[in-house]
């Protein structure tokens, strides 16, 4: 099974290399795409600048290092685009071609039709945006001479197996680490790195200090009926589907007073900031991996070098572990929380990226 | 203008009197509420003596949920085969283009692309002229992809309303306008399942007691300039007013949700 790690810098890529990853993966958004479409209408589905790369002389050197050490390096163009924007679009992918990128990971129909049509001799990664939820849509891409799909994160366990067994010609992948989104990335079309428009010099900054992980890390060890309590808004972290919405009956429900109070509260719960935790699949992955995916992803390209290290180095250690022993559930289980453990220095939230069965 | 009426539930057939020509039935959000067979041959009785045209709404599915809409699928080709597919699932269309051909497929609102989002209207004045456009239109008038949904049975696509409003440039395919609820964000991690109990977690495929049939909830906060409706697994906003432009639009077709079609 191979382990993708995220990027968005040149520094980051020895790194992560070194730690394990097999592939990498990384979005540009360059200064021509900003100034005409601003980052709410980003190339891909990272909206924020900090998430980017800036430049292509950048991937290039990128890519080098990675083919250098045998590192394939897909190329995130995950949006969903409008007809004016097809030139300026073929004028980025020229320039992600000609620095040597090996995939493109693409969710919009559209634009897997137009690739095509250009003969444009280049991997396709059908994207989590491309919302393959059974196995009808994998032979629908598959059709198309796709060379892998990205399932999306709301897929269980025993789903994901009935598709890649039905779908054997095509390569799955399969989210492990982080933004554990609780909407559907493909179906989602809230705007996020609003902020950065709106208050641009109080937002980049922290955002790439990483202001949000550590706060987001100090929320996880908490008592979970205190964390539970902390909404999104206060801190500045303003993503639509954190905020803390005041949350009422649109038509007055027929039930008691008390009743009525302990749905309300019941709703408001799913507006936390621990929502956004970054999710976790470690000890799922012996499961995944029988399950016929050939690939997981680490999500995080805007996190420091320094966590995407980590990361890495946390996964390739669970799914050696895999490899070198013969565990049962049970057993793996309670290894990959240790690993957990002394990796982050907490312990394992129960936050999980497949929680079906647990 | 054709003007249509959707309902997921088969008791709002009360809603449906003689302005409509057309109705929708089914659900675009959610494969637990997928029409049973029973309440589909209602459905059918009614449009049958009303003369009404029929679209069967489909939700995106896992395979466990193909496996549902096939008999659904099959009542229809076999005793409406003039009836439209709203399609929400790329799966469900090749499987359907397959087995029952001569059906009209309708793109429906999850696969039409539009940016939703209200909270454009906070940046309305802050980005650029090509970028609000960007915000009006939608994936389906790149011309490889109109001609690919004509190529593959599409007869029309289905819009929301849009608070920042809709562009269309030289549009190919007709179009339906859905008023007034128009959908944000979709999950299977539903926040609406297990409200009673408190049953419900943060990330997980929940017990369904549906709920979702019972409560509507209205989020309300200051950075998102409109409320938003939860219902069952989906937020929704809501948006009355028509663009006056519906002719240049394509769009031939006004669809009324007289409830949260959940």
Redesign the interface.
């Known amino acids: 099974m191979k382990i993708l790690a995220p990027i968005n810098s040149l520094k980051d890529v020895k790194g992560v290399i070194d730690a394990g990853a097999d592939e990498i993966f990384c979005g540009v958004l360059s200064h021509d795409w900003l ?4 980052n ?2 980003s190339l891909n589905r990272r909206e924020w600048k900090a998430a980017n790369l800036s430049s292509f002389s950048e991937l290039q050197k990128i890519v080098e290092i990675a083919h250098d050490n045998n590192i394939l390096i897909n190329l995130a163009l995950n949006a ?7 030139s300026l679009i073929f004028e980025q992918i020229e320039q992600f071609i000609s620095a040597g990128v090996d995939a493109l990971i693409v969710a ?4 897997l ?2 690739l095509k ?1 250009r003969k444009i001799d280049i991997g396709i990664h059908i994207s989590t945006g491309g ?11 598959e059709e198309f001479g796709i060379s892998r799909i990205i399932l999306p994160r ?3 366990i025993q ?1 994901i197996e ?2 890649t067994k ?1 779908c054997p010609g095509i390569k799955f992948e399969a989210f492990i680490l982080n933004s ?1 989104c ?3 990335d493909g ?5 996020h790195g ?1 902020n950065e ?2 208050h641009p010099k109080a937002w980049d900054l922290p955002k790439r200090l990483n202001f949000d992980r550590h706060l987001l890390n100090i929320i996880r060890r908490l008592p979970p009926k205190l964390s539970r309590n902390i909404k999104a ?1 206060v801190f500045g972290i ?1 993503s ?2 954190l ?9 007055a ?2 039930v008691g007073k008390k ?1 009525s109070k ?3 509260n ?2 408001s ?3 936390n900031l ?2 956004g935790v970054d ?1 976790c699949g470690a000890c799922r992955l012996s499961e995944l991996k029988n399950a016929g995916i050939y690939a997981v992803k680490i999500v995080g390209r805007n996190y420091s070098t320094e966590k995407k290290i980590q990361d890495t180095r946390f996964i390739k250690t669970v799914l050696t572990h895999i490899e070198e022993h013969n565990l049962t559930r049970n057993e793996f289980m309670v290894f990959t929380r240790n690993a957990f453990r002394q990796v982050y220095k907490m312990k394992c939230a129960h ?3 497949y ?2 069965g647990m | 203008m054709e003007r249509a009426i959707f309902i997921s539930n088969i008791d709002n057939l009360k809603y449906v009197d003689s302005k409509y020509s057309r109705l929708y039935f089914g659900n675009e959000f959610c494969q637990r509420l997928i029409p049973s067979l029973e309440d589909l041959k209602k459905a059918a009785e009614f449009i049958l003596k009303k003369r009404m045209d029929f679209t069967l709404v489909t939700p995106y599915v896992t395979d466990e949920g193909l496996e549902v809409l096939r008999p659904i699928a099959e009542f229809v080709a076999r005793n409406l085969p003039e009836a439209e597919f709203v399609i929400n699932d790329w799966g469900v269309l090749r499987i359907l283009r397959k087995e029952f051909d001569f059906l009209k497929f309708v793109l429906g609102r999850l696969l039409t692309k539009q940016k939703r989002g209200p909270r454009i209207l906070s940046l309305k004045d802050k980005i650029f002229p090509d970028t609000i456009r960007h915000f009006k239109g939608s994936n389906i008038d790149v011309p490889e992809l109109s001609e690919f949904l004509m190529n593959n049975g599409i007869v029309r696509v289905e819009l929301d309303n849009l608070l920042q409003g809709i562009d269309r440039e030289n549009p190919s395919l007709r179009a339906s306008l859905y008023i007034p609820y128009n959908y944000v964000t979709t999950t299977r991690y539903c926040l609406t399942a297990g409200c009673v109990t408190g049953e419900n977690h943060l990330r997980s495929i929940s017990n369904c007691n549906k709920e979702c049939q019972k409560y509507t909830f209205r989020l309300r906060h200051k950075k998102m300039p409109v409320d938003l409706l939860l219902k069952g697994n989906t937020q929704f906003f809501k948006n009355n007013s028509l663009p006056s432009n519906l002719e240049k639009l394509n769009i031939d077709r006004i669809v009324y949700q007289p409830e949260i079609p959940i």
């Open positions: 100034q005409r479409y601003t709410v209408a969903l685009y409008t007809k004016k924007q097809y919009d129909l559209g634009l039709l137009s049509k919302t393959t939820f059974n196995s009808q849509t994998a032979k629908f891409y709301h897929l269980q789903e009935r598709i039905n554990g609780k909407n559907i179906f989602c079309t809230f705007q609003v428009i709106i808004g303003d639509a589907c905020l803390n919405y005041d949350v009422s009956f649109d038509v429900a027929n009743t302990k749905i309300l019941n709703i719960s799913n507006f621990l929502s999710a936050l999980c990226y929680p079906d």
